[in-house]
């Protein structure tokens, strides 16, 4: 059945100062084989071995939306999802059970708690390439999309309504990239997020925060 593209709303302007939003950065303490730049927002690959960065913000309740853009990756299950802090980056790019979620950008695949459970329509590691993540942490549930196609690849999931998307085993989660061992991981790979301190790229779903706070 053939699905129309989805409408892109205008890119949300940067929250206004004072406005009482302050979005998260990556924590240079969740750090695994990886260095943070540009205000720690940007991840760099710093070894061949498993790694990544986290967020220092966790969620249990709230829906926030966020983007990651591809600076450059080689390793074939790198990752950029969210997880709970007991997760761990060998987990992530292992695809082991447990309170993790991610898009492997290799493949595409869309993986959550040790299983495949979509994808965001083919490879995602392109440099410039935009992973885009709304989670419900009420609802347990997130969604991805790939530049400006549809969430999960799907013509029908919208993280608006609620529809479809992938659901969460009950965890507190926060923002990761992941770093794999596997393909043909390089040294100086490396994912800047956008938690909201910038304009985003693509529309924010309604009922959303227009980033992650801190």
């Not at 967020?55 to 926030?64: D, H, P, R, T």
């Not at 392109?126 to 549930?141: C, E, F, L, T, Y």
């Not at 965890?171 to 794999?180: E, T």
Request: proline share 5%; hydrophobic share 35%; aromatic share 10%.
């Amino acid at each position: 059945m053939f699905c129309s593209p989805q409408i892109l709303a205008r890119p949300t302007p940067k929250p206004p100062a004072g406005g009482g939003f302050t979005p998260t950065t990556f924590d240079g303490a969740s750090l695994s084989n990886a260095t943070l730049s540009n205000g720690n927002l940007t991840a760099t690959r710093s070894s061949t071995s498993t790694g990544g960065a986290q967020s220092i913000a966790y969620k249990a309740a709230g829906k926030f939306y966020f983007e990651v853009t591809v600076g450059a990756s080689h390793g074939s299950t790198d990752s950029i999802g969210i997880m709970a802090s007991s997760y761990g980056y060998g987990a992530l790019t292992n695809g082991n059970g447990g309170a993790g979620s991610g898009v492997w950008l290799g493949g595409g695949s869309i993986v959550n708690n040790g299983g495949t459970v979509g994808s965001v329509g083919g490879a995602a590691n392109a440099g410039g390439s935009i992973i885009r993540v709304a989670h419900d942490a009420g609802n347990g549930k997130v969604w991805y999309a790939l530049n400006g196609g549809n969430w999960m690849n799907s013509g029908t999931a919208d993280p608006a309504t609620n529809n479809g998307g992938v659901s969460l085993l009950a965890a507190q989660y926060a923002p990761v990239v992941g770093f794999s061992p596997f393909g043909s991981p390089t040294v100086g790979d490396n994912f800047t997020a956008n938690f909201g301190a910038t304009a985003f790229t693509y529309g924010v779903p309604s009922g959303f925060t227009a980033g992650w706070s801190a």
